[in-house]
């Protein structure tokens, strides 16, 4: 792109958190462009009520240059491992959906494989334990525990990500 | 599924794809099949597929097939790229090799920065000089990659170049020792279950009648089963890639034992040049549009390196592919589900996913249409993504010279490679594909070769210094000439780890 073709002026409409956040990383990102945010955040968004991120939002902080210890000092955020679906299927006890891996693959076959073939064939042995009790990381939060992944790729404690807790005034601000 | 049902496979053609396919299945699901492999000494094989992509490396592991052994037994050399001479502009050549530019990774891709600097005018080295892959080929060098990712030797990859009429007797050692059990004859009739139309049985020429639940049809160009009996339509692609004839012939290697496939562009298509341990493969594959028969085999002759060691051998066939693979019974592999040429070496990578493919989604005695049409959906991407690259490579030219060249030069193409190219051409960005062969840094290196110069680049490639770049470039630059230069020969480490086991 030649010079004069450039973007130097971004207007941001909407001073939410999602507002700032575009607002934050279009600045840090785009050499030589202005960043304005006008407006006031809509009064009843989504964004300002939920309070539960994905992995993705760890990436995105450090991609803003910010360290992890600032933000949860400065906004009061915990951290997720996943969450805990109670009552969705029937008679089915309550199960995590974590962010990370389940059990190991053996081979080359995924762990899942063999779990159903457990469970298909557990008549001669008895059920085996539920599918989220091999996961690290759902462990981990049934427990109310946290430890950052850590150690290496044989490790469980390597096989799952995290997410944040927020406060969304807090991190908007 | 109960343990004790065993399916009996047919498989119909020996061939590469035939023992491949037999050898996996004894392999890879002893308890569930029972194997049985008829083909004819009376009908030839193709057998021309010489050169592979990387992934065939863990096919052969997946079978615990050694390295070294496979490597002697098939009279292989290694293979780092393909060297692409005289396409985007007759006095062109560029290497697309197996692996990434720079150290490939980093949030913005390494040609991104490479193009700021081009953009800018700021000396750069030549993207070439700054691949790992494509400066070991060009060397002639070989030593095994470095497990440690922090290495510049740990950014590239390799396959084989082979003989392809000793491939499928070595695969076929492995698929009997494994309790395939291989029929000799001819299959004359099919027979189909009346209601169904599920392929029942094949009767032999010498009445022979072999009974089966699933049959994988290795037939080659001829689809015994799945187009001659089952009516599959074919997809035809010759108005994109009009190539229909292929003239082969094997000489006296005579120049370097290169670690690279070399394609060079000729008036009519192109002729590639295959180094192995005992010889050199060559063949010209042109289009009788716009060349005949004699004259592509007179030109053939005139081109190779060293004595010819057989007369050139025709081969016909269309570009295309049948509309699905996997129909009611029957799955085609190989030549019998479809072909594209080999300009980037993968028929045996098409046969190699199909057989992945089926094994991955292996079917009860009751076959469910969920598994096989998310085979199907597998193949057909496969195939599509590859017939996009491939038309790249003829369209993405400057040259003018004969009617052939016009023609791929100017004719309208897909338009999800229009897009593509619309896409890379604007600011260099390469979509990312999770699913199919080539990834990013292949679609780069052939873009670029080709003289596809994007106008712009990706904007965070602005962030850091131009100065710093630049010396950062300088850097790969002589970490990679450090690296290679550290490397053995490619004949010596040959001649060390997997001489072949007969002298010619």
Same mark, same amino acid.
């Given at each position: 792109?030649t010079?004069?073709?450039?973007i130097?002026?971004i207007v ?7 507002g700032?956040?575009?607002?934050a ?16 955040a809509?009064?009843?968004a989504?964004?300002?009520?939920i309070?539960a991120t994905?992995?993705s939002v760890?990436g995105?902080?450090a991609?803003?240059g910010?360290?992890?210890a600032?933000?949860l000092?400065?906004t009061g ?9 109670e009552?969705?299927?029937?008679k ?5 959906h974590?962010?990370?891996?389940v ?5 080359v076959?995924?762990f ?7 469970a298909?064939e557990s008549a ?27 150690g290496?790729?044989d ?5 799952y990500?995290?997410?944040l807790?927020i406060?969304p ?5 | ?8 496979i ?7 794809a035939?023992?491949?396919?037999a050898a996996?299945l ?5 308890r569930?099949v029972?194997?049985r492999l ?24 997946r079978?615990?097939i050694?390295?070294a ?9 290694f ?10 502009a ?15 990774t980093?949030?913005?891709?390494f040609?991104?920065?490479?193009l700021?600097?081009k ?6 080295p030549?993207?070439q ?6 400066q070991?080929?060009?060397?002639a ?16 990859g390799?396959a084989?170049q ?6 499928? &007797?070595?695969?076929? %050692?492995v698929a009997?020792?494994?309790? /395939?059990v291989?029929?000799?004859?001819r299959? @004359?009739g =099919?027979t189909?279950h009346?209601?169904?139309g599920?392929?029942?049985?094949l009767t032999?020429e ?8 699933l ?9 015994l ?28 290697t005579?120049t370097?034992l290169?670690?690279l496939?070399?394609v ?6 192109w002729?590639w040049?295959?180094?192995?341990q005992?010889?050199t493969g060559?063949?010209?594959?042109f289009s009788t549009?716009?060349i ?5 085999a007179?030109a053939l002759?005139?081109?190779v ?6 007369? &050139?051998?025709?081969l %016909? ?5 049948? /509309?699905?693979?996997?129909v009611?019974?029957? @799955?085609? =592999?190989g ?6 040429e080999?300009?980037?070496s993968t028929?045996i990578?098409?046969?190699q996913?199909?057989?992945t493919?089926l ?7 009751e076959?469910?249409?969920v ?5 199907n ?7 599509d ?16 010279d004969t009617?052939?060249?016009d023609?791929?030069?100017t004719m309208s ?6 897009d593509?190219?619309?896409?890379f051409?604007k600011?260099?960005r390469?979509?990312k ?9 292949s679609?780069?290196?052939v ?5 596809v110069?994007?106008?712009?680049h990706?904007?965070?490639a602005?962030?850091?210094?131009l ?5 950062g470039?300088e850097? =790969?630059k ?7 230069a550290?490397m053995?020969?490619h ?5 060390r780890?997997?001489p ?5």
């Amino acid at each position: 792109m030649t010079e004069d073709r450039r973007i130097t002026e971004i207007v941001v409409a909407g001073s939410g958190l999602v507002g700032f956040s575009a607002a934050a990383m279009l600045k840090r990102k785009i050499p030589g462009a202005t960043v304005t945010v006008v407006g006031t955040a809509p009064a009843d968004a989504l964004s300002e009520r939920i309070h539960a991120t994905l992995p993705s939002v760890v990436g995105f902080h450090a991609d803003l240059g910010l360290e992890e210890a600032q933000v949860l000092m400065g906004t009061g955020a915990a951290f997720r491992l996943g969450t805990l679906f109670e009552g969705w299927s029937d008679k089915r006890p309550g199960y995590v959906h974590a962010y990370g891996e389940v059990g190991r693959s053996l081979g080359v076959t995924p762990f899942h494989h063999h779990w159903v073939r457990m469970a298909q064939e557990s008549a001669a042995r008895g059920k085996p334990a539920p599918f989220d009790s091999h996961s690290p990381a759902a462990m981990l939060g049934r427990g109310g525990r946290f430890v950052h992944p850590q150690g290496d790729p044989d490790s469980p404690l390597s096989t799952y990500e995290y997410g944040l807790t927020i406060d969304p005034a807090r991190h908007r601000e | 599924m109960k343990a004790d049902s065993v399916q009996r496979i047919v498989v119909v053609g020996g061939g590469t794809a035939g023992w491949m396919t037999a050898a996996a299945l004894v392999k890879l699901l002893p308890r569930r099949v029972d194997v049985r492999l008829v083909e004819s000494e009376a009908i030839g094989i193709v057998g021309v597929g010489e050169a592979t992509l990387p992934h065939i490396r863990a096919f052969n592991e997946r079978l615990g097939i050694s390295e070294a052994d496979f490597m002697a037994a098939t009279r292989a050399t290694f293979k780092v790229g393909i060297e692409f001479n005289d396409w985007g502009a007759i006095g062109d050549s560029y290497v697309h090799p197996f692996g990434a530019f720079g150290h490939g990774t980093g949030s913005v891709d390494f040609h991104q920065y490479w193009l700021r600097l081009k953009q800018a005018c700021v000396p750069v080295p030549e993207l070439q000089e700054l691949s790992m892959g494509v400066q070991v080929a060009r060397q002639a060098r070989f030593a095994l990659p470095s497990a440690d990712t922090s290495s510049i030797a740990s950014t590239f990859g390799y396959a084989y170049q082979f003989d392809a009429t000793l491939y499928a &007797p070595f695969m076929r %050692k492995v698929a009997e020792e494994a309790g /395939a059990v291989r029929t000799e004859g001819r299959v @004359v009739g =099919v027979t189909q279950h009346p209601e169904s139309g599920d392929i029942a049985s094949l009767t032999m020429e010498n009445g022979e009648v072999i009974e089966g639940d699933l049959f994988v049809d290795c037939s080659g160009f001829v689809s015994l089963l799945l187009g001659k009996t089952l009516g599959e339509p074919f997809e035809d692609w010759s108005h994109w890639l009009p190539n229909d004839r292929a003239v082969a012939m094997p000489c006296k290697t005579a120049t370097a034992l290169t670690p690279l496939t070399t394609v060079t562009a000729m008036p009519a298509g192109w002729r590639w040049r295959i180094p192995l341990q005992h010889r050199t493969g060559n063949g010209y594959v042109f289009s009788t549009r716009f060349i005949s028969e004699d004259e592509a085999a007179t030109a053939l002759v005139a081109a190779v390196e060293g004595t010819p060691m057989a007369d &050139p051998r025709l081969l %016909k066939f269309v570009a295309g592919r049948r /509309a699905r693979s996997w129909v009611k019974n029957c @799955v085609a =592999v190989g030549l019998a589900s479809g072909f594209l040429e080999p300009l980037e070496s993968t028929s045996i990578y098409l046969t190699q996913i199909g057989i992945t493919a089926l094994i991955e989604l292996f079917p009860e005695k009751e076959i469910s249409a969920v598994d096989r049409d998310e085979f199907n959906r597998l193949v057909d991407l496969e195939y599509d993504r590859i017939r996009d690259f491939l038309i790249l490579h003829y369209h993405a030219t400057t040259r003018n010279d004969t009617p052939y060249w016009d023609y791929v030069r100017t004719m309208s193409i897909p338009d999800t490679l229009a897009d593509k190219l619309e896409l890379f051409r604007k600011r260099g960005r390469v979509v990312k594909y999770r699913e199919g062969v080539f990834l990013d840094a292949s679609w780069i290196a052939v873009y670029l070769g080709q003289g596809v110069v994007p106008e712009g680049h990706d904007l965070r490639a602005d962030g850091p210094p131009l100065d710093q770049l630049q010396r950062g470039m300088e850097h =790969v630059k002589a970490e990679i000439q450090a690296s290679v230069a550290s490397m053995p020969g490619h004949r010596e480490y040959l001649e060390r780890y997997c001489p072949m086991t007969e002298a010619m």
